[in-house]
């Protein structure tokens, strides 16, 4: 085969990789774009959850709206968006709701139990933070966490 023919060979393998490429970008491109509806939602639902859950697990006396919004989300749309990590860190927060102490202000009870809630508030925003980031770049979530992105 003459250099001629190696060249041309070569350039013409070069300009079907780069014009694959492309489609393949498209492709993934297009994925985002389809599902971005859906995750602006899922991103909002979960930004009410946390913040929710932040003033109810730093409050000795939460708000009864507050409560009656977690349980809202709990019961409602959480369950349209929610895989496992988000769902463990719900119903666990949900658990600790349910087991709030009754006390005086400042008691040890009272205090551990905040405590308590404040870790599980902050494992639900971790939750939210990994599933938001794996649905939207895979590749965004492997360099920014430790763990990879497991489809549910």
Same mark, same amino acid.
């Given at each position: 085969?003459?250099? /001629?023919?190696?060249?041309?060979?070569?350039?013409?393998?070069?300009?079907?990789?780069?014009?694959?490429? =492309?489609?393949?970008?498209?492709?993934?491109?297009?994925?985002? $774009?389809?599902?971005?509806?859906?995750? $602006?939602?899922?991103?909002? %639902?979960?930004?009410?959850?946390? /913040? !929710? !859950?932040?003033?109810?697990?730093?409050?000795?006396?939460?708000?009864?709206?507050?409560?009656?919004?977690? %349980?809202?989300?709990? %019961?409602?749309?959480? =369950?349209?968006? $929610?895989? /496992?990590?988000?769902? @463990? *860190?719900?119903?666990?927060?949900?658990?600790?709701?349910?087991?709030?102490?009754?006390?005086?202000?400042?008691?040890?009870?009272?205090?551990?139990?905040?405590?308590?809630?404040?870790?599980?508030?902050?494992?639900? *925003?971790?939750?939210?933070?990994?599933?938001?980031?794996?649905?939207?770049?895979? *590749?965004? @979530?492997?360099?920014?966490?430790?763990? @990879?992105?497991?489809?549910?």
């Amino acid at each position: 085969m003459s250099a /001629e023919n190696w060249i041309k060979s070569f350039v013409a393998l070069v300009g079907l990789a780069t014009f694959l490429f =492309g489609i393949v970008k498209f492709i993934q491109v297009q994925a985002v $774009e389809a599902e971005k509806p859906y995750l $602006e939602r899922k991103l909002a %639902w979960c930004e009410q959850a946390v /913040e !929710t !859950t932040a003033r109810i697990s730093t409050s000795v006396a939460p708000a009864q709206e507050d409560l009656d919004r977690f %349980w809202q989300m709990y %019961w409602g749309v959480m =369950g349209l968006i $929610e895989k /496992e990590s988000i769902t @463990a *860190a719900m119903v666990d927060f949900g658990r600790s709701l349910n087991s709030l102490p009754s006390g005086a202000e400042g008691s040890k009870d009272v205090d551990a139990h905040l405590s308590s809630l404040q870790g599980k508030s902050l494992a639900l *925003a971790h939750a939210c933070r990994k599933e938001l980031s794996c649905e939207w770049s895979p *590749a965004w @979530a492997l360099f920014n966490q430790a763990e @990879a992105c497991q489809s549910s």
